[in-house]
């Protein structure tokens, strides 16, 4: 199993540009999330989804958008990017429902806005 | 929603010694408290996690407690090495919903110097 992929492993785009940043797992599992990183700051979650067609608000959703279409993918959206969207970006996937809460992250996506 | 603070910031040892990270939070339905370790360019990984129910976990030199009524949880490290250094993170569950989507504190930066 490859696990949690995450691309591109970098993006530069300037204010205004959008782009959507892509997540796949191949674990079969039905819960993805999204969060980002900024110094000092830890990791604050952006969206969650708990299945196909199911997604909610995280901490910081504001100027994001995110679909589940299949189980496998969960990509993040960037309709206009912002200076304040430069960060870090993991996804996550797990499978409570079956006594699996472990969080597996991908290696993430360093975005800068300029 | 719920809020997870983080202590200390940074925390320095030598090696053989204990370190100790507390966190607390502030959702009492928050149900799973994990700990994840990050090294430098990479995702976070689960080094050790709690469910409510229980009250001390402990695997080799890792041990967590928990104190449901005063809502605070605790990394333990005994005999520290060198490749101990790195962020971790404390993290609790979006309300009772364990491996769903977590909520992060800020993180501690710990340093083993040999």
């Known amino acids: 199993n490859a696990g949690v992929t995450q691309t591109p492993k970098f993006q530069v785009l300037k204010t205004g540009q959008s782009m959507t940043l892509q997540c796949a797992q191949d674990?079969?599992?039905?819960?993805m999330s999204w969060y980002r990183q900024d110094p000092g700051m830890g990791l604050r979650l952006i969206h969650y989804?708990?299945?196909?067609?199911?997604?909610d608000q995280g901490e910081v959703p504001n100027g994001y958008n995110v679909s589940r279409s299949t189980t496998e993918d969960f990509p993040l959206r960037l309709l206009s990017a912002a200076p304040s969207q430069t960060s870090v970006y993991f996804c996550a996937s797990s499978q409570p429902l079956a006594g699996g809460y472990e969080q597996f992250f991908g290696p993430g996506t360093r975005l800068t806005v300029l | 929603g719920e809020n997870v603070e983080q202590h200390p910031s940074t925390l320095s040892v030598q090696e053989g010694d204990s370190a100790v990270i507390k966190c607390t939070y502030s959702d009492s339905a928050s149900n799973y408290f994990p700990w994840y370790k990050q090294e430098l360019g990479k995702g976070p990984q689960l080094i050790i996690d709690i469910r409510s129910n229980v009250g001390e976990k402990k695997d080799q030199r890792i041990a967590v407690t928990l104190n449901k009524t005063a809502k605070h949880f605790s990394l333990h490290i005994t005999e520290t090495q060198p490749e101990d250094s790195a962020v971790y993170f404390c993290a609790a569950s979006i309300g009772n919903q364990a491996g769903t989507a977590l909520i992060f504190g800020k993180g501690t930066t710990l340093s083993v110097s040999s």
């Open positions: 674990m079969n599992h039905e819960y």
């Open positions: 989804s708990v299945g196909a067609g199911i997604t």
